[in-house]
């Protein structure tokens, strides 16, 4: 059972266009939804984060909008450039002692020049 | 800082036989994480430990056992290996913040293990 479902699978971008990855998620308990940005053979490593007490955090190009009502939550990348190509990770986990991550599958990204 | 590593890289075991993956972090961090990344399914938490001496289940904690004797280090052991292990295993390492809540977590490069 995917607590945490992403989409799409993949996706491919012209160079200076937005990406838009999406998330939903179904436990209530949720209350910090990290986005991770992975290039291949390396570790994820966190990109930007939420709490459900704002609607959308902007950092630099990229930016995550957030529905509580919906149980949704997305990453905007403005001004797509070819080394944003990587996989995307949308993870969500209750702030309680212990910070278990659940992840989604994952986006493959890849922005062509 | 070297922040989190991992050894070994890589590994090829037959089935059946055991292994120890070893997680060093330099950031004196309280908790650690075990995940292991298959295609399609993101990140499952097999393991973790919030400090020295204590560990807990994560998702898929089944054919694997962890040990953090040090602060500093955490172990992943398969006992009697199954291709179903076959994976890409990342450590992770993460603080409290003031508020008493986790932080972010860091991982480490990755151990990609072929159990064949």
């Known amino acids: 059972q995917q607590q945490v479902k992403q989409s799409p699978q993949s996706l491919i971008v012209q160079k200076g266009g937005i990406s838009i990855i999406n998330c939903a998620y179904e436990n209530t308990a949720f209350d910090y939804f990290p986005w991770y940005q992975q290039f291949p053979g390396k570790g994820p490593a966190l990109l930007i984060a939420i709490r459900p007490d704002v609607s959308e955090k902007k950092e630099g190009r990229f930016t995550i909008s957030f529905n509580k009502s919906a149980k949704q939550f997305s990453l905007h990348i403005m001004d797509s450039q070819p080394g944003d190509s990587a996989t995307y990770f949308c993870?969500?986990?209750?702030?309680?002692?212990?910070?278990?991550?659940?992840f989604g599958a994952g986006t493959i990204l890849r922005v062509k020049s | 800082n070297a922040g989190v590593t991992q050894t070994p890289k890589f590994r090829v075991l037959k089935t059946g036989q055991s292994m120890t993956l070893l997680c060093a972090q330099d950031m004196n961090h309280e908790y650690m994480y075990w995940y292991r990344q298959d295609p399609g399914m993101g990140l499952r938490l097999i393991h973790y430990s919030v400090g020295e001496g204590t560990t807990a289940k994560g998702e898929v904690p089944d054919g694997y056992n962890v040990s953090r004797l040090k602060k500093q280090n955490f172990l992943l052991g398969l006992e009697s290996a199954a291709p179903s292990q076959t994976s890409v295993y990342f450590c992770?390492?993460?603080?409290?913040?003031?508020?008493?809540?986790?932080?972010?977590?860091?991982f480490g490069p990755g151990t990609r293990l072929t159990v064949l």
């Open positions: 992770a390492s993460s603080s409290l913040n003031w508020g008493g809540l986790t932080d972010t977590q860091y």
């Open positions: 993870a969500a986990t209750p702030m309680e002692y212990g910070n278990k991550l659940v």
